[in-house]
T-cell receptor, first 114, second 112 residues
Framework: DAGITQSPRYKITETGRQVTLMCHQT?????MFWYRQDLGHGLRLIYY???????DKGEVPDGYVVSRSKTENFPLTLESATRSQTSVYFC?????????????FGNGTRLTVT | SQQGEEDPQALSIQEGENATMNCSYK?????LQWYRQNSGRGLVHLIL?????REKHSGRLRVTLDTSKKSSSLLITASRAADTASYFC????????????FGAGTRLAVHP
């Protein structure tokens, strides 16, 4: 099915472990984004990518790493997970820049760091 | 800090009533967008209004934008129980380099 898929849907990990959240879109959208959603903060942008091999930091990038070797995939890695990274993570894509296009969101990954 | 802030934080109404949510922001924008989020799901885009537009409609949704007051409102007319969700405004700041910034949202409950 066309759309944007995130995996896993739920993840529990321990402090200090590396964890990768996956995001795959079938629209061939140029732009992809990672947001985290926490109570009281709304959604905050972690990283975004304007095209394959082009990534840039958002509002809260510390502790996260992204890559985009293929247009359709945009994985997010927590190199050494901390409890403060417990959150719901949303991947999104858009056809053009946010100046002109809406975002299409996945259903999120709920990450718990113990 | 958040660019957009929604008001009220929570709203409870009966089916058939209208629901109005407001959004204020701080800096000049290229556009403002409204999204809906059902519990446990991702956000769904509702309307995008550009900085040179004042009003936009989509079905039972009406969005207004007042750039002089740096504010927007989302009106849902004749609400239904299925409209129960959180609603977020998001701004694309001028010079923001694709950084769409979301507010904390308004939780709307529509009671049958």
């Amino acid at each position: 099915d066309a759309g944007i898929t995130q995996s896993p849907r739920y993840k529990i990990t321990e402090t200090g472990r590396q964890v990768t959240l996956m995001c795959h879109q079938t629209w061939s959208h140029s732009y992809m984004f990672w947001y985290r959603q926490d109570l009281g903060h709304g959604l905050r942008l972690i990283y975004y990518s304007a095209a394959a091999d082009i990534t840039d930091k958002g509002e809260v990038p510390d502790g996260y790493v992204v890559s985009r070797s293929k247009t359709e995939n945009f994985p997010l890695t927590l190199e050494s997970a901390t409890r403060s990274q417990t959150s719901v993570y949303f991947c999104a894509s858009s056809e053009a820049s946010s100046y002109n296009s809406p975002l299409h969101f996945g259903n999120g990954t709920r990450l718990t760091v113990t | 800090s958040q660019q957009g802030e929604e008001d009220p934080q929570a709203l409870s109404i009966q089916e058939g009533e209208n629901a109005t949510m407001n959004c204020s922001y701080k800096t000049s924008i290229n556009n403002l967008q409204w999204y809906r989020q059902n519990s446990g799901r991702g956000l769904v885009h509702l309307i995008l209004i550009r900085s040179n537009e004042r009003e936009k409609h989509s079905g039972r949704l009406r969005v207004t934008l007042d750039t002089s007051k740096k504010s927007s409102s989302l009106l849902i007319t004749a609400s239904r129980a299925a409209d129960t969700a959180s609603y977020f405004c998001a701004t694309a700041p001028k010079g923001g380099y694709n950084k769409l910034i979301f507010g904390a949202g308004t939780r709307l409950a529509v009671h049958p």
